[in-house]
């Protein structure tokens, strides 16, 4: 990794501090100055600030009851992100697992492990994700089915892989789907002759959401959770 990625993730400062601390000359590695900010470096590597051994924070993860109207992404010139809810020293190390709608509410997660998002998006994985749905009309039963069977959607090489369906009430589903494709529950009732009124993520894989964290709140998840993927 880039030596100003490096010290700006291991002080919790931004990318241009770290640059300028390193042009000062204020960082080593075994003795020698290291002045280019670009330099790659191992992040194992005994990089000191003066006498201080600088190490990364361990990788984050987190869980937020994202509310309707906030953007699922990092930054935005304009909207307000799941990143503005979020108070933590290291925020800026994290990225969303799997967008929601600026609409869509419930559990979102974040983290700064590349490797275990990955594990969590990929398909290939298939790990369901549990979505509570009110609709605009009545579900009937071909709708139902067709949902179970898997729907080709527009644009898509695939169809979508068999849904579990529970039916709530006549305008509310419980539905688990296996895949992130681009408004995937919108457009798979769509496609059904019905649509979307709310949308609410209560769970991925094994990992439901906190039904003690108020609408906006998030926390660091336990050990277990993490482990869950
Ligand atoms: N499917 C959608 O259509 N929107 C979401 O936010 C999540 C899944």
Known sequence: MRLDQFVSQAMGISRSHAQSLIRQGALT???????????HIKPHDPIKLEQTLLTLPQPLYLMLNKPAGVVSATTDPHQR???DLIQHPHKHTLHVVGRLDKDTTGLLLLSSDGDWS??????????????LVTLAAACNDEALEQLRQGIQLHGEK???????????SEQQLRLTIYEGMYH???????AVGNQVITLHREQIGGLGLDN??????????????????
């Open 184 to 190: 995937q529950v919108k457009r798979m009732l769509a």
């Open 118 to 131: 990955h594990r969590i998006a990929s398909p290939r994985k298939q790990i369901g994700k549990t979505y």
């Open 29 to 39: 590695l075994h003795e020698q100055l290291l002045k280019n900010p670009s330099q």
């Open 81 to 83: 992100t799941v990143l």
């Open 158 to 168: 695939h169809p979508t892989s068999p849904a579990q369906v529970i039916l709530v």
């Open 212 to 229: 003690e964290l108020a609408v906006g709140e998030w926390r660091v998840l336990s050990d277990e959770e993490r482990d869950e993927f």
